[in-house]
């Protein structure tokens, strides 16, 4: 087998590990098999996965005896909604699922979102496995069991919490990423060093260009950081009650900028997490919490990899203060009318802070959208 390296996501009987390396997908059969010996699969993926992938993962299951049907629904964010969940659950039930049938989600972010909500909700539960595809999937989406649809009002407003029992992270699948998916996915490598690591942050300053050019060891390195660093806030606190709030720094403006500009493509979620971040260390310099300098430093190295950082990259119709307040309002960690920030007193030092005045941030995005 291949130079595989991997790491628990300790949550008891619940447990499970993640494994991260190249030619995972041709040993699919095997590691499943690991886990839960002697079960039907289903693959659940999208077309452009389906394009590039789908051929070599069906081989290797064939190739082992796995009776393994896909499921192959439209690609992008607006896939992410209630029609397209009743499509997959109706499509499984089609199939005969049974409790005993394993889910594989193969793809980026939205498969696994919605393959994971699917499986929490078909027969009450179905266990299923990530096979993240995109490197915001294996770094962030596909670990922790976060699973969800979009609604009019925003972003992953319903969903469940519904643990996968295996995760494969193929880093070769990130070599068939457009540049412009990679560097959404890079915005969420990103995010841990700013949380919690500065040495992190301070090693994509120096090798980030390295990952996106396409250097393995690089992007080997990043990804077993960032999944290591979420593993363990998961483990402290899987339903979101406390720390793994931290892990929302820059979602809740990145959130109210997508279900702003809409899902339909033209602005990712690692592009809204990017613009997100820079204003949430801006609203933490305006605060009085943070060095000026920290939040220069961020803005510069999230654009010198050719990320947005700004409301100016938008739309017009997309910058309106009062509409991106009133998404905000929506958030899922809005709790008791107050809108939930994760701020930083410095790189590494994130906290979460919930007395925060309307006013401010209006004056913020005011100003950035002017700017």
Request: charged residues 20%; glycine residues 10%.
């Amino acid at each position: 087998m291949s130079r595989v390296e991997s790491l628990t996501v300790a949550l008891g009987a619940r447990s499970y590990e993640i494994l991260v390396g190249e030619g995972l997908l041709a040993e699919a059969a095997a590691r499943v098999a690991a886990v839960l010996p002697g079960r039907r699969l289903v693959v659940v993926t999208d077309e452009t996965v389906a394009r590039l992938h789908l051929p070599a993962l069906s081989d290797a299951l064939a190739a082992a005896g796995r009776d393994s049907p896909a499921i192959v629904l439209p690609s992008g964010e607006a896939t992410k909604d209630f029609a397209h969940l009743q499509m997959l659950t109706e499509r499984l039930l089609d199939a005969k699922v049974d409790r005993g049938s394993v889910l594989v989600a193969f793809g980026g972010g939205v498969i696994g979102d919605l393959a994971g909500l699917a499986a929490a909700l078909t027969l009450r539960g179905l266990d299923f496995v990530q096979v993240p595809t995109t490197l915001l999937a294996q770094v962030d989406s596909s670990v922790g069991g976060k699973t969800g649809i979009n609604t009019r009002q925003g972003k992953n407003l319903v969903g469940a919490f519904h643990q996968p029992r295996l995760v494969l992270a193929d880093i070769g699948t990130l070599s068939t990423l457009p540049k412009r998916e990679l560097l959404a996915g890079y915005a969420e490598v990103v995010k841990y060093g700013l949380i919690a690591d500065p040495d992190f942050f301070a090693w994509l300053e120096t090798e980030g260009p390295a990952l996106i050019a396409g250097d393995s060891e690089a992007r080997r390195h990043a990804v077993l950081t960032a999944c290591a660093a979420k593993a363990a806030i998961v483990a402290e606190d899987e339903q979101e009650r406390g720390r793994r709030a931290l892990l929302n720094l820059g979602h809740t403006f990145g959130h109210a900028l997508e279900a702003e500009v809409g899902y339909g493509g033209g602005l990712l979620h690692g592009e809204a997490v990017a613009i997100g971040t820079v204003l949430a260390f801006d609203l933490s310099v305006r605060l009085g919490l943070c060095p000026a300098e920290d939040a220069a430093r961020v803005r510069h190295h999230l654009a010198s990899v050719g990320l947005p950082t700004g409301l100016k990259t938008l739309p017009e119709g997309a910058r309106n203060p009062d509409s991106l307040l009133r998404h905000m309002a929506h958030d899922k960690k809005v709790q008791d009318g107050r809108i939930t920030f994760v701020l930083q007193r410095g790189i590494g030092q994130a906290f979460l802070a919930r007395e925060v005045e309307p006013a401010a941030v209006r004056d913020l995005l005011t100003r950035a959208a002017a700017a």
